[in-house]
């Protein structure tokens, strides 16, 4: 089955598909670009470690009795019996566990010097905090103050925005480009469900040209690749957080049509 929407598919952000689904964008984008780059390129796959916030979901528990009867060579007297109050809600609870993601770069060939970074955002790098997207800001200022270029690709609707001083229109989704020569100019890609995902550039160092990545393509790649559609459920609404009401409507009917809801 193909990809069911022109743009991206907002069920692929759910937390139980991300990583996966980010792992083999990850890959298709570096076979991408890979296969455009000059000799003295070459793009290579950084892994890392982050620890997102999980629901883990409560296994079934043995039922409780109100009454505990135990055997004993003791005589029956009240304190001998104790009444248990089952607890009157079960919840599920929120872990930190290590999940693996991994950051494009191009670099050259010999010295290894990065040109160009690629950050497909995680939702560690999204979620505010001191070990989320402040973490990610401080890197980004890192890599703002140097002489690589960087490539942002947010494909979350949930947490916090890369920051710019100028705001970014309402849309779902984007990519945000800084060349090193540009700065502090920001080209951006606003991106949404209802339109084809355009290739965008992807600059090198002068004076040789940009490269192309094809978002649009690869999501379509691993969609047929992974084959998401035996395990997403749309007549179900997609992941927080909720779409506009313009885009829900959209939505609602785009399914219909296609014959994903009753």
């Known amino acids: 089955m193909e990809l069911p929407f022109p743009g991206m598919d907002p069920y692929l952000e759910a937390p139980g598909f991300w990583p996966d689904v980010h792992h083999r964008l990850t890959t298709v984008l570096c076979d991408q670009i890979q296969a455009q780059l000059q000799p003295h390129y070459t793009a290579v796959i950084t892994p890392y470690v982050a620890f997102e916030n999980l629901e883990i ?21 009240a ?64 890599l703002f103050r140097s002489e690589a270029h960087l490539l942002e690709i947010d494909l979350l609707r949930n947490g916090k ?69 035996r395990r997403i459920n749309y007549r179900a609404d997609p992941p927080p957080p909720a779409l506009s009401a313009d885009d829900a409507a959209w939505l609602d009917a785009h399914l219909r049509e296609r014959g994903l809801r009753g």
């Open 57 to 77: 979901t409560p296994v079934r528990l043995a039922v409780v009795p109100d009454v505990g009867i135990l055997e004993t060579d003791l005589p029956a007297t």
């Open 79 to 142: 304190s001998n019996l104790t009444t248990v109050a089952p607890a009157p809600l079960v919840v599920t609870a929120t872990m930190q566990v290590p999940t693996r993601y991994a950051r494009l770069e191009i670099r050259t060939v010999g010295n290894e010097a990065l040109v160009t970074a690629i950050e497909l955002l995680s939702p560690v790098n999204k979620r505010p905090g001191v070990d989320g997207a402040d973490a990610y800001e401080k890197k980004r200022q890192e």
């Open 161 to 229: 925005r890369p920051q710019t001083a100028t705001p970014l229109p309402d849309a779902p989704y984007f990519i945000l480009l800084s060349r090193a020569e540009r700065r502090p100019r920001l080209e951006v890609w606003p991106l949404s469900l209802r339109t084809p995902i355009h290739p965008v550039p992807v600059p090198l160092r002068r004076p040789d040209p940009d490269v192309v990545l094809d978002l649009g393509e690869a999501l379509r790649q691993i969609y047929r690749s992974a084959r998401y559609e």
